[in-house]
C-alpha cells in the first residue's frame, strides 16, 4: 500500500514538474513577444506618469514617488483636486499574486507510527511543501478629496479572503501653504524610509523585514513591531525638493489591532529625520535615523479569569531604535542598510504584555485566560518576576541591495542578522540561564522581478525569489537531551505579482 | 521515455526562467540611443551628457515625450485642452520659457529650470527630487532632438534691470501699458482669462489654448517672482499666442505691467494694497484709446 501511494506520487510529480516546464516556456514566450515599456495604476492613471517615474521598480518608491507621497499623493501641479479629473475616474487598484511555491522546514516534530498506528513516540524530521497557492488581495484606493487633503484606503484579505482593513487614512498637506505642516490620521505605515509594505519580496519570512518585527524568544511585546501598521496621528514636515524629512508619530500600543482591544490606555511615539545629499553621478544619498518609544500594558483586568479588553494598565516601556541609509552607486546600484537596537521592559521580557492572541492583522483569533497553559500571561496584582529575570535587548541590521537593469528588471538581495544582546533568562529558560545566542536570526533573500510591460492602467511582474532563515534555540528540542536545537527553512516563489 | 521527457521538459523550463531577463535586454534595443548622443549642456559648473540621460528619460519621461521627443507618448492621446495641453515636442525646438529673445534657442539653464520647476496646471511636475547632474544630462538629452540645437546657437539672455520700488504710480502706470498694449484681449480686464479673444486661441500646431488667468491663484507657467513675470513680457512664450513685447514696452514700463498684474492676484502683496487704496478700476475696452 505504502509502495503504490509513493509510485503514484512519483507520476503526480513527474506530470507536474512537466507540467510546470511547460507553462514556463509558454510564460516565456508570452513575455519575450510583450511590448516596450509603457507604465502607470491608480495614480499613474491619473496623472499619465509611468509606473517608472514613482517606482524604483513598483512597489517600491524611488525619490520621486517618495515626493509625491510626502505631498499628500499630489503632483502639486495645480491639478491634483479631483474636480479636474474625469468624472468617471474612480482611484481603486487590486493586487494579488498567484504563485508557486515551495517550502521546506528543517526541524518538525511528528508523531511516529508502528505498523500503521500512532505509537506514541516522536521524531524531529524536515517537512518540505510545494504546491501552487494564491497570495492575499489588497484593495488600494487612495487619493485627494479636495487640495492637500487626502485619502488611503486599503481593505486586505488573507489568502481564503478574510478581510481586515490594512490601512485607512486621511491627511491634511501643506496647511499654512507649507510643506513642513501634514498631518494623517488613521490606520497608516510608520514612517519607515525602507518601507515594508512597499517590499520588493514575497516568500514568507523574505516578505517581511526581520528587523522590524523582532521578538526575543519569550517576549511578550507585539507592540514595538515597526514594521505593522498602526493606529494613530502623524506629523509630517518636509523641504520642498525632499531632502530633508522629520515625522513624529503617536499611535496606541495596540500593534494597529482595533476594538481597544489590547493595551489600551498606552501610547508609543515614533519619531524619525533624515537628510538627502545630491552626489552627482552618484545619485541622491540619504542617511536619517527613527526611534520609536512606548508603554504597553503587562496588566489586564479579568472577568472570570479572562482578561478584559480595553482593560490594560500596569504599563511597562519599550524601545527602538537606529539608523538608515538609501545609496546609490550610480544609476544602477543601490544599497539600503537599516540597524536597530531594541529593548524590552523585563516583564515583557518573561511574556507579559499581550494578553489576545491576534492574527497580525488587527484581529482577535483567541482570548485567553490566564495562566492556563499557552496562553498570555498576565501581570495581576501580587505577581512576582522569576529569579534572573531581566530586560532583553538586542541588536539587528538590514542590508538590502538591489541592481536595477532597467525600470523594468530589478536584481534583489538582502541579508538580515538578529543578535540578542541580553537575553530575558528567568522562567523564558526555564530558571536557568539562556544561551546567549537564544532566538538570533540570520536570513538571507535574493531574486528579481521583471515587468514585462508596464502601462499607466496596470502593472505584471514575473516574481521569482528564494530565501533562508536560521534561527538558534527555536527548533523542537531534542528528543533525546533535551537541548534546545537550531531550525533553518527556506522557501522558492514563482508568482506572477499584478495589480489592475 | 518518460525519463528522457521529464529531463527535457525540466531543461527547456529551466532555460525559460533564465531567459526571461533577456527579454529586458531585448526592449532596450529598441530604445533609440543612436541619435546626437554627443549632445552636451552646461549648467553652472556642471556638463551634461545625452547619453547619461538615456535611463532617467526612459524612466521618467517617455511616457508623455515619446520615444522620438516629439510629444507623442503614450499618455499625449489623453491629454486635452483646456484641462490639461499635450506634451512638448523636443523635435520642434521651440520651447515657452526661456531667458533669450523671442525665436532664438533657449538656455541650457532654462532648459534645466523647466526640469526643475514643473509646470502648473499641466501633467509635468517638478522634478527637483532628480541630482543636478541627472538633471543637466537630461537638458542635453532634450537637446539632441531637435536639428536645431546642433545648427544653431541660444540667444543671449535678456538683461533684467533692477527691480524698482512699488508705488502707486507705477500700478497706474502699468494699468496704461495693459490697456495700450491691449493685453486684456485675451486675460480679461480683469486678468481672468476671459478676454474677446480668449477662446479662439491656439497654438502654434493649431491646439486650442488658454490664457494666464491671473486670479485663481494658480502660479504662472514660467515662475512666479517678479523678475520671471517680466521675462515673460520681454521674451515672449515661443510657440503660444503670446508674444514678446520687447519692441513695444520699455524696460520701465514692463516693471510697471509686472506690478499691475500683481494686483489681479489673489496672493496678498503691497501691489493689491495700493490698488486698493487707489480704487483702481479695470481698463475699459470701449474707452479711446488712451482713455481706457
Known amino acids: ?500 | 521515455m518518460r525519463t528522457r521527457l521529464r529531463k527535457w521538459s525540466l531543461l527547456l523550463g529551466a532555460a525559460a526562467v533564465l531567459a526571461l531577463p533577456l527579454t529586458a535586454w531585448a526592449q532596450l534595443s529598441t530604445f533609440d540611443l543612436e541619435k546626437a548622443l554627443n549632445a552636451e549642456s552646461h549648467v553652472g559648473n556642471l556638463t551634461g551628457h545625452a547619453k547619461d540621460a538615456a535611463a532617467p528619460y526612459r524612466r521618467y519621461c517617455v511616457g508623455c515625450h515619446g520615444t522620438l521627443g516629439d510629444g507623442e507618448g503614450e499618455n499625449a492621446a489623453w491629454m486635452e485642452a483646456p484641462l490639461y495641453q499635450k506634451p512638448r515636442n523636443f523635435q520642434l525646438g521651440v520651447f515657452k520659457c526661456r531667458s533669450t529673445p523671442t525665436g532664438t534657442l533657449p538656455a541650457d539653464q532654462d532648459l534645466y529650470d523647466a526640469i526643475t520647476r514643473g509646470f502648473d496646471r499641466s501633467n509635468m511636475p517638478q522634478w527637483n527630487t532628480l541630482t543636478k547632474q541627472e538633471r543637466t544630462d537630461l537638458v542635453a538629452w532634450v537637446k539632441h532632438f531637435s536639428p536645431r540645437f546642433a545648427t544653431e546657437k541660444p540667444g543671449t539672455p535678456i538683461t533684467i534691470p533692477p527691480e524698482p520700488e512699488v508705488t502707486a504710480e507705477r500700478i497706474k502706470a502699468g494699468r496704461d501699458v495693459f490697456a495700450r498694449v491691449q493685453c486684456w484681449k485675451c486675460h480679461g480686464v480683469q486678468g481672468m482669462a476671459n478676454g474677446p479673444s480668449a477662446s479662439t486661441l491656439t497654438d502654434d500646431l493649431g491646439r486650442p489654448i488658454a490664457p494666464f488667468n491671473f486670479t485663481d491663484g494658480t502660479r504662472p507657467k514660467c515662475g512666479d517672482t517678479d523678475q520671471d513675470i517680466y521675462r515673460i513680457f520681454m521674451t515672449g512664450l515661443d510657440g503660444t499666442p503670446m508674444p514678446s513685447f520687447a519692441d513695444n514696452i520699455k524696460p520701465e514700463e514692463a516693471w510697471d505691467l509686472v506690478f499691475y498684474l500683481r494686483t489681479f492676484m489673489s496672493q496678498k502683496s503691497k501691489e493689491k494694497e495700493l490698488a486698493k487704496q487707489l480704487a483702481l478700476k479695470p481698463v475699459d475696452p470701449n474707452a479711446p484709446v488712451g482713455q481706457q
Open chain 1, 1 to 500: 500500500m505504502r509502495v503504490s501511494s509513493r509510485f503514484h506520487l512519483r507520476n503526480i510529480f513527474q506530470f507536474a514538474t512537466s507540467f510546470a516546464a511547460v507553462a514556463l516556456v509558454l510564460a516565456s514566450v508570452v513575455l519575450t513577444c510583450s511590448p516596450p515599456a509603457n507604465a502607470l495604476p491608480a495614480f499613474a492613471r491619473k496623472y499619465g506618469l509611468r509606473c517608472s517615474a514613482c517606482h524604483e521598480s513598483w512597489p517600491m518608491l524611488n525619490y520621486f514617488g517618495q515626493k509625491f507621497k510626502d505631498n499628500g499623493y499630489q503632483l502639486m501641479n495645480d491639478r491634483d483636486a479631483p474636480i479636474w479629473q474625469n468624472p468617471g475616474y474612480w482611484p481603486v487598484v487590486f493586487r494579488i499574486t498567484p504563485i508557486w511555491h515551495r517550502v521546506s522546514v528543517g526541524k518538525v516534530q511528528v508523531d511516529t507510527y508502528t505498523n500503521g498506528a500512532p505509537d506514541g513516540g516522536q521524531a524531529v524530521q524536515r517537512v518540505s511543501s510545494s504546491g501552487f497557492d494564491l497570495s492575499g488581495l489588497d484593495f488600494h484606493t487612495g487619493g485627494t478629496l479636495e487640495k492637500n487633503i487626502s485619502f488611503y484606503l486599503l481593505p486586505s484579505s488573507d489568502p481564503t479572503g478574510a478581510f481586515h482593513f490594512e490601512q485607512v487614512f486621511v491627511r491634511f498637506d501643506n496647511i499654512f501653504h507649507s510643506s513642513w505642516f501634514n498631518f494623517k490620521l488613521g490606520r497608516f505605515e510608520l514612517d519607515n524610509l525602507l518601507s515594508e509594505k512597499r517590499i520588493l519580496t514575497l516568500t514568507g519570512n523574505g516578505g517581511v523585514y526581520q528587523t522590524y518585527h523582532f521578538i526575543p524568544v519569550g517576549d511578550g511585546n507585539i507592540f514595538g513591531q515597526i514594521g505593522d501598521n498602526q493606529l494613530g496621528i502623524e506629523y509630517l514636515g518636509h523641504s520642498a525638493d525632499d531632502r530633508t524629512r522629520i515625522s513624529a508619530s503617536l499611535v496606541s500600543s495596540s500593534d494597529g489591532n482595533v476594538n481597544l482591544s489590547t493595551t489600551a490606555n498606552a501610547y508609543t511615539g515614533f519619531f524619525t529625520g533624515s537628510q538627502a545629499f545630491d552626489l552627482g553621478r552618484m545619485g541622491v544619498q540619504r542617511i536619517g535615523f527613527y526611534a520609536m518609544a512606548g508603554q504597553a500594558s503587562t496588566y489586564y483586568l479579568t472577568q472570570g479569569g479572562v482578561p478584559l479588553g480595553g482593560s490594560g494598565i500596569g504599563n511597562r516601556s519599550f524601545s527602538r531604535e537606529g539608523f538608515v541609509g538609501q545609496f546609490y552607486f550610480g544609476p544602477h546600484v543601490g544599497l539600503t542598510v537599516v540597524t536597530q537596537h531594541g529593548s524590552d521592559n523585563v516583564w515583557f521580557g518573561q511574556g507579559y504584555g499581550n494578553a489576545e492572541a491576534t492574527d497580525g492583522n488587527g484581529g482577535t483569533t483567541a482570548t485567553c485566560s490566564s495562566p492556563t497553559p499557552g496562553c498570555p500571561l498576565n501581570n495581576v496584582p501580587g505577581t512576582t518576576l522569576a529569579s534572573g529575570a531581566q530586560a532583553p535587548s538586542w541588536n539587528g541590521v538590514t542590508f538590502e541591495g538591489h541592481y536595477i537593469y532597467s525600470p523594468q528588471l530589478i536584481f534583489i538581495s538582502r541579508y538580515e542578522a538578529e543578535r540578542m544582546s541580553q537575553q530575558a533568562n528567568g522562567d523564558v529558560c526555564g530558571g536557568a540561564t539562556c544561551p546567549t545566542n537564544l532566538g538570533n536570526i540570520s536570513t538571507y533573500t535574493i531574486g528579481f522581478r521583471y515587468n514585462p510591460f508596464m502601462t499607466s492602467r496596470a502593472g505584471l511582474a514575473w516574481h521569482n525569489e528564494y530565501n533562508w532563515l536560521h534561527q538558534d534555540g527555536t527548533g523542537p528540542a531534542n528528543l533525546v537531551t533535551g537541548a534546545l536545537t537550531n531550525i533553518n527553512t527556506s522557501e522558492i516563489l514563482l508568482g506572477l505579482d499584478f495589480d489592475f
